[in-house]
Each structure stands twice: as C-alpha cells, then as structure tokens.
C-alpha cells in the first residue's frame, strides 16, 4: 500500500557530504515514523537514523553530531543529511517507513536501498 523511493546515494571522499531522500507514497495512510538502516560489507544491519510524526529523532552512537536526519509531513519525505563522511560509512542504505491505515496497522515498508561509497 505504501511505496518509498530513496536517493541521494553516490562517491564520495572522507570528510565529504550527501543527502538521502526518501519518499512514501499510497493512499489514505499516515506515517508513525521514517528513517535508514545500513549494511556495509560483512557487517551487521544497524539503525542509522530515525524519525517520528512528532519530530522526535534517534541516531546511532557512531554518526551523532555528523548526520541529521529531518522530515516534510506533507511530502511524506524524510531527508538524511550526512557530513563528515568516513569510510566506515560505506555501505546500503535502506529507508524505511512505519505506517498504519484503516484497514492495516501497524506495517513497515523499505526502499530499494541506495549505495554510499566513501574511499579516497
């Protein structure tokens, strides 16, 4: 029911910068909460960054104070600002959704990932 299209993903060196997007879209839905999970080369998946309706935000220890993660309620987009890119950033990132409708609760949609490559 609901679809997330993510981009923003690419090349970059150490101590550079890109932006994520993520965009949801369907029909009569709302949205609980948005954010990236990674999984870089025999690595575990882990939570980056993740948003709720309200603006509350989370992050994982090791990307605080370098990504920001924001939202457009009324684009149903969040945005992933990272900066200070190391390459231990390298890997897929995968956005995801938490929504709920009349007839389904309580769902999770992802995107199709997007690869970040940050080597010099």
């Known amino acids: 029911q609901v679809q997330l299209v993510e981009s923003g993903g690419g090349s970059v060196q150490p101590g550079g910068s890109l932006r994520l997007s993520c965009a949801a879209s369907?029909?009569?839905?709302?949205?609980?909460?948005m954010g990236w999970f990674r999984q870089g080369p025999g690595k575990q998946r882990e939570l980056v960054a993740a948003?709720?309706?309200?603006?509350?935000?989370n992050y994982a220890d090791s990307v605080k104070g370098r990504f920001t993660i924001s939202s457009d309620n009324a684009k149903n987009t969040a945005y992933l600002q990272m900066n200070s890119l190391k390459p231990e950033d390298t890997a897929i990132y995968y956005c995801?959704?938490?929504?709920?409708?009349?007839?389904?609760?309580?769902?999770?949609?992802w995107g199709q990932g997007t690869q970040v490559t940050v080597s010099s």
């Open positions: 995801y959704a938490d929504w709920k409708s009349i007839t389904n609760y309580r769902n999770r949609s």
């Open positions: 948003i709720t309706d309200a603006g509350n935000t």
């Open positions: 369907g029909n009569s839905f709302s949205i609980g909460a």
